[in-house]
């Protein structure tokens, strides 16, 4: 196996209507497009931002241009729909280095230029999320054990056919092929059904904290997650 190439894992799995198989350059907009439909526990990101753009760029285009290789996809085997997806990095240090050098500064150009529609919900959201970071709401994770982490998103209408399962299962028996000692993810207490895949999945919770990044949105106080696997040793 050679960095930049998928394992071979055989076959692509069927599960009822749908087969997993990993990212191609042409599921981006699909990707982008679930991303942004899921972002709000579930629901669209327009209810605690204008643009979905900026969620998309800042958010998921590392995954997306730089690291795709380590993505899979859910697809409808009638229709070719993407249904949902899995995106990875398998070094979370990296990624954040080419964040800060190469992503941040593109999304800031086309903010400068006037790419992005900007009104109050977003304002409101960036004025939250920095105060969480000066909080440190998010719990810490050791990357030297967790250097790996992932997100996971499916379309409402394919939810609870195995899709969530099986593009964990081909991630996981990837990273286990690069040798990769462990992975991380983050949600919050209120997906409750992400939380029982990620439990059953082999996940452990690593740490929880309560966040204000929602405080205005959604009613029932919410409390940042962080589950992690070991994967060799």
Known sequence: FQPGQTPHLGPTFPMKTLT??????????????IAADTAFFGAPIERYLDDRRLFTDYFYAYYTD????????????????VA???TGCVDTQRKEEVQRRQVTPAVLRRLLRGHY???IKTFRYLNRLFWSDRRREWPEVDL???PAHLHIN?????RGMGAGRMLMQCYLSQLRELGVPGVHLGTTDQNKAACRLYEKTGFQLLGERPTRVWEGIIAEPVRYRVYGMILVG
């Open 20 to 33: 997993v198989r990993p990212y191609q350059p042409s599921d981006c907009e699909a990707v982008h497009r």
């Open 66 to 81: 730089y690291e795709p290789e380590h993505s899979w996809v859910a697809v409808d085997s009638e229709t070719g729909e």
């Open 84 to 86: 949902g997806f899995l």
């Open 117 to 119: 529609r900007l009104g």
């Open 144 to 146: 030297s054990s967790h």
């Open 154 to 158: 499916l379309c409402e209408a394919y």
